[in-house]
């Protein structure tokens, strides 16, 4: 099982990216699919959340901004990134809480990291 993060790049600030994140493998179920961030010198944060089935939870900072989206056909999430700020510039993993074929437990697994950063 791997996630396979895209999507990163330099944007100036008050611009849009998407990231993109596919889960590929062999792959039973998936719970949760998530993006965290990580800035310079900073905690590693949850970014969005959502599960299978609804909608998706967000930190305050990116409330009304970002936008996830999930195609479980495609074991894949999007995150629109609209407004985007400075403090935005970080590392962006993907995380899926997934079940993998012959497994009898949900894991945590992790996509490399993509960066996002945006100039003022």
């Known amino acids: 099982v791997q996630l396979q993060a895209s999507g990163g790049g330099l944007v100036q600030a008050g611009g849009s990216l998407r990231l993109t994140c596919a889960a590929s493998?062999?792959?039973?179920?998936?719970?949760?699919m998530a993006w965290y961030r990580r800035a310079q010198g900073k905690q590693r944060e949850l970014v969005a959340r959502?599960?299978?089935?609804?909608?998706?939870n967000y930190v305050d900072s990116v409330k009304g901004r970002l936008t996830l989206s999930r195609d479980n056909a495609k074991n894949t999430v999007y995150l629109q990134m609209n407004s985007l700020k400075p403090e935005d510039t970080a590392v962006y993993y993907c995380?899926?809480?997934?079940?993998?074929?012959?497994?009898?437990?949900?894991?945590?697994?992790w996509g490399q990291g993509t960066l996002v950063t945006v100039s003022s």
């Open positions: 959502i599960a299978k089935v609804g909608s998706a």
């Open positions: 493998g062999s792959i039973f179920t998936i719970g949760y």
């Open positions: 995380n899926a809480l997934l079940r993998a074929v012959g497994a009898t437990q949900y894991d945590d697994y």
